[in-house]
Nanobody, 126 residues
Framework: QVQLVESGGGLVQAGDSLRLVCAASGRTSSRPIMGWFRQAPGEEREFVAGINLIGATYYADSVKGRFTISRDNTKNTLYLQMNSLKPEDTAVYYC????????????????????WGQGTQVTVSS
């Protein structure tokens, strides 16, 4: 099992920055593919960013150029640096992890992830 705990959310103004942190514990080596997803009220969950075993990164078009995903394997920690935040970025942000055996499935597919954190709220005011 892998446990994921997000932190770093908050209330900011448009144009501000936030860094989300996802602390992983347990059998983290069994779940090397990780991603960030978000869900706004009344909306479906959507992919934000992902990082695979070799460190390749992927982004949703809506955040490309503003958000950066990274990981520190020595600390079992995943990050999401969010710059130039917009009101439409308001959502609960979730960290997720999945096994290497699912690598054939797009990193953007949320259903392929089998471990999720509890989420952290990000609110961007205009």
């Amino acid at each position: 099992q892998v446990q994921l705990v997000e932190s770093g959310g908050g209330l900011v103004q448009a144009g501000d920055s936030l860094r989300l942190v996802c602390a992983a514990s347990g059998r983290t080596s069994s779940r090397p593919i990780m991603g960030w997803f978000r869900q706004a009220p009344g909306e479906e969950r959507e992919f934000v960013a992902g990082i695979n075993l070799i460190g390749a990164t992927y982004y949703a078009d809506s955040v490309k150029g503003r958000f950066t995903i990274s990981r520190d394997n020595t600390k079992n920690t995943l990050y999401l640096q969010m710059n130039s935040l917009k009101p439409e970025d308001t959502a609960v942000y979730y960290c997720a992890a999945r096994a290497l055996k699912s690598a054939a499935i797009s990193i953007k597919v949320g259903d392929a992830y089998d471990h999720w954190g509890q989420g952290t709220q990000v609110t961007v005011s205009s």
